[in-house]
RNA sequence: GCGGGUAUGGCGGAAUUGGCAGACGCGCCAGACUUAGGAUCUGGUAUCUUCCGAUGUGCAGGUUCGACCCCUGUUACCCGCACCA
């Protein structure tokens, strides 16, 4: 068939119809084949439709589980929907129109896009976050939380984002900015819902040993959940019976503690404010610290600002000095106990603040020069009483440990940069939460058996100016019993964040339409875990976190077979415009998917993105090499009217067939997609260099292509009359022996430099091949007049001759 | 500031992990077929060159018979975290 007859959007659409028709990408729960989960980051499914991005994230492990059929495995690759979230409601309150009716519409059409693309997805298992049976499940686990006292109530100072009108979790509003509208956040004092991720911390750090996660997937993990030891100590104050607790991680260095600081929202402050003298200055301090952006905190980093309390003094609880207490904003109450001993001589930002407000530095460690900044580095301690001499950090932390704990003054203890998890929104479009304040009851499980509580339908879903959620508004809501005690209760009103929903979904996808369980667990035996997630960067510290948390916390609770829910975690890398720039509707350099399958097909768009360049990287779009795809594809459709009789691969091309299924088969496995499809440009160019192809080479290289570019690979299949269908048909296996070549050429070196080249049998011994080298006539020639120092054969790759002259 | 990464032709990127740098694709040049070519096919394409060769993987050194690869220093860019005590 000449390429030119070649329809590639008729024959994709009648390929996608034989397939559904088959079922061939349905898994099996019950099979004797060996199993493979393979997962990709379902999308939200928003009004712009389908992305470039998303068909790179899925192409990846879409040839993966193409081949793995191929293989014989039972391969689970499924796909759905995280359908709740802030673009679908906003859009919903601009256009008057319900949510529902609009996520219907976008899964509809990111559906048929996905169809369109010929993604073997198991299409019979789609779940979509937002419908009852599947909320049902994710309050389920919310209620288990709830029992197990790992979600609970808590007045705290929060992000807030002012323009989304939302508490945000850590994880929703990093550099400060919320992740929806990037919009300055602000702290703000709130009585908020939280899931107690801090008490999974050590699991979800130990966890990752036991993960074939990316390194920087791993890593970036570790630190976003931050983990630090050191020790609390508490400071006893002279004027009140009251202990001032802080965190450090470096309590050897207690004794050149000269100033204390606590955080500006710190409580002490309030407790105490007829002892202090300066409260007026406190407060005018603690109103100039809120009104600060988290931006200008961070911009301001080098210059301290504080305040001394005057009134209040810390007595150092190892020598008894009395120390004084400021507040300043570089403490932060979010973390540790929001009270820090300053030691300047051996902490930068002490030092700047010292310097800046006239304090005593007392060196504790030997080393550095304290006029020119603190010393962070290690020495012998000096000033110390107990601990002078020790020169090993390790030493001195143990023994001031071991002291404090002693005299009951302090202890070791740990800390996380992660911080519990903001769970509740004051938003329409997200599952509500279950629960039922109670006067009498204090808050209630909403019965796990009138499980869904429905999210109901209202007709305004803008959030209210008082930051309540427009569930608020609904008296048929709102008001109901107790189910403890059966009086008059109010139902909770806020909603679950977007990321409730894709923290378990994987679950889902094991069992899509239980009515009795989140999923059988024969069946979870059965497939659990995830073989294979990949993925964005941008979820590694959130959703991936959230996820691994829900999982873990169900694997306690004994439902879960695994500890871990994903084995192997890759993300792919961005697609940027043809500019060279992230793409983005501003820029206008946003390419759309449909228009390359509209102009090209879906094989050539699949190919391409694969062939674009390393997947784990960023990469530019280019419409030539697009083209560059579509032109090797048609070299392959090109190829059939050549194709002769043979059964086996004809002795020109048997070593490249049997090399090339090796690398492309491996290649696959590592994703290094572009050099298997460039393996496959390279045996096609040899194909055509031969002059000839015969039956058994040309399905050969329709099977290798096939997980890339299925649509083509099926119709030429069929066109050569071959039984069934190719992605049922045996995936190709290669001879180790036959990638061997007869003979090679291989480089000769004179002192490191190339001079000639020479053709020898790939099994020569060193001997022959250096001999073989020096029988070449311009090594030879060189060779004349010098003596052979030493002689390097690397096998079947060069041979190197050190010389010099003879004497 | 801390952590991770990257740097190779005009462009995207290869290089079996210490062994022939530039696979494969794009682009470009030349030719063929054409009324035509932005279709297709064939050949060429790192740089310099006195055509012997010399140089070349951000920069400067080092180890080695041999370095894109290992070591030391340095520069630029990207990503993540960031006053975390």
Redesign the pocket.
């Known amino acids: 068939m000449n390429?030119?007859e070649y329809q590639y959007r008729q024959v994709e659409e009648k390929w996608q119809q034989k397939w559904e028709d088959a079922g061939v990408f349905r898994a099996d729960d019950k099979s004797g084949k060996p199993k493979f989960y393979a997962l990709v980051e379902f999308p939200y499914p928003s009004g712009a439709g389908m992305h470039v991005g998303h068909i790179k994230a899925y192409s990846g492990l879409e040839v993966v589980s193409r081949v793995r059929r191929m293989q014989g495995y039972n391969v689970l690759f499924p796909i759905g929907f995280d359908a709740y979230g802030l673009p679908t409601e906003n859009y919903a309150i601009k256009t008057n129109t319900h949510p529902r009716v609009v996520t219907d519409r976008n899964i509809e059409r990111f559906t048929a896009q996905l169809k369109r693309v010929g993604f073997s997805f198991d299409w019979d298992r789609v779940v979509d976050t937002t419908e009852e049976d599947y909320y049902k499940w994710t309050q389920w686990i919310f209620l288990k939380m709830f029992e197990k006292g790992l979600a609970f109530r808590d007045q705290a100072l929060v992000n807030y984002c002012p323009s989304c009108k939302v508490v945000l979790s850590?994880?929703d509003s990093?550099?400060?900015k919320c992740d929806i509208c990037h919009s300055d956040i602000v702290q703000k004092s709130k009585d908020v819902w939280y899931l107690r991720i801090t008490e999974y911390a050590d699991k979800l750090l130990e966890g990752l040993e036991q993960v074939d996660y990316l390194?920087?997937v791993k890593?970036?993990q570790?630190?976003?959940i931050?983990r630090?030891t050191?020790a609390f100590v508490n400071f006893s104050l002279k004027e009140v019976d009251e202990t001032l607790r802080?965190?450090?991680?470096?309590?050897d260095t207690l004794f050149g503690v000269t100033f204390m600081?606590i955080?500006p929202e710190h409580p002490l402050l309030e407790t105490y404010q007829d002892r202090i003298a300066n409260y007026a200055d406190v407060l005018a301090y603690k109103a100039e610290c809120a009104k600060k952006s988290?931006f200008e905190?961070?911009q301001?980093?080098?210059?301290?600002?504080g305040v001394c309390i005057q009134g209040l003094t810390a007595i150092n609880p190892v020598n008894g000095k009395e120390i004084p207490i400021y507040i300043?904003?570089?403490?932060?109450?979010?973390?540790?106990?929001?009270?820090?001993?300053?030691?300047p001589a051996h902490?930068?930002?002490?030092y700047?603040?010292a310097k800046k407000f006239g304090i005593d530095i007392i060196p504790v460690i030997k080393g550095g020069d304290l006029n020119e900044g603190a010393y962070t580095g290690d020495g012998e301690m000096i000033n110390s009483d107990f601990l002078n001499g020790l020169t090993n950090k390790k030493d001195s932390i143990e023994k001031m440990i071991g002291e404090l704990s002693a005299r009951g003054i302090g202890e070791k203890g740990v800390?996380?940069?992660m911080k519990d998890w903001a769970f509740n929104r004051q938003r329409y479009w997200g599952e509500p939460i279950p629960i039922v304040h109670c006067e009498h009851c204090g808050m209630v499980a909403v019965p796990y058996e009138e499980l869904p509580l429905r999210l109901p339908k209202v007709e305004h879903f803008e959030p209210g100016t008082d930051g309540e959620s427009p569930l608020a508004k609904l008296p048929e809501f709102v008001n109901c019993a107790c189910p403890k005690c059966g009086k008059p209760a109010r139902r909770e009103t806020d909603t679950m964040p977007q990321w409730a929903g894709s923290s378990w979904y994987f679950l889902r996808y094991i069992d899509p339409h239980n009515p009795a369980a989140f999923a059988d667990r024969d069946k979870l035996n059965y497939w659990m875990p995830v073989d294979w997630y990949n993925g964005g960067?941008?979820h590694?510290?959130r959703h991936l976190i959230y996820s691994r948390f829900w999982h873990k916390f169900l694997y306690d609770l004994g439902e879960v077979p695994v500890a871990e829910p994903y084995a192997k975690r890759t993300a792919q890398?961005l697609i940027l415009g043809p500019d060279?720039e992230?793409m983005s509707k501003s820029k206008g350099n946003v390419i759309d998917p449909l228009d390359v399958v509209d102009e090209f097909g879906a094989d050539v768009l699949r190919t391409y993105v694969l062939?674009?360049?390393?997947?784990e990287?960023?990469?530019?779009w280019?419409?030539?090499?697009v083209?560059?795809?579509?032109?090797?594809l048609?070299?392959v459709i090109?190829l059939l009217d050549t194709v002769q009789d043979g059964e086996t691969f004809s002795p020109a091309l048997e070593g490249a067939f049997h090399r090339t299924i090796r690398k492309v088969s491996e290649?696959i496995e590592s994703m290094?997609f572009?050099?298997a499809?460039?393996?496959?440009?390279?045996l096609?160019?040899q194909i055509?260099?031969g002059g000839s192809i015969n039956r058994a080479e040309y399905t050969t290289l329709l099977k290798l292509l096939s997980p890339f570019a299925p649509h083509l690979a099926e119709e030429l299949w069929s066109q050569m009359g071959e039984q069934g269908m190719i992605c049922t048909a045996a995936w190709p296996t290669y001879d180790a022996d036959k990638c061997i070549e007869a003979s090679?050429?291989?480089?000769v070196?004179i002192?490191?430099?190339?001079?000639a080249?020479v053709q020898i049998p790939s099994d020569a011994t060193a001997e022959q091949a250096i001999a073989a080298a020096k029988a070449d006539g311009?090594i030879a020639e060189q060779l004349v007049g010098m003596t052979v120092?030493?002689e390097?054969?690397?096998?079947?790759?060069?041979?190197?001759l050190?010389i010099k002259p003879a004497q």
């Open positions: 390429a030119k850590n994880e990093q550099n400060g390194p920087n890593q970036q570790v630190n976003w931050g630090s050191g802080i965190y450090t991680t470096r309590p600081v955080a988290e905190r961070t301001l980093v080098k210059d301290k600002t300043s904003d570089y403490v932060m109450m979010g973390y540790g106990t929001g009270a820090i001993m300053a030691v902490d930068e930002r002490d700047d603040f800390q996380y940069k960067m941008e590694v510290t890398g060279g992230k062939f674009m360049g390393d997947y990287k960023a990469a530019p280019s419409e030539n090499g083209k560059g795809c579509k032109r090797f048609d070299r090109n290649d290094k572009n050099t499809l460039a393996a496959l440009m390279t096609l160019n055509t260099d090679v050429e291989i480089a070196q002192n490191g430099k190339i001079r080249r311009k120092i030493k390097f054969y690397a096998t079947g790759k060069l041979v190197n050190v």
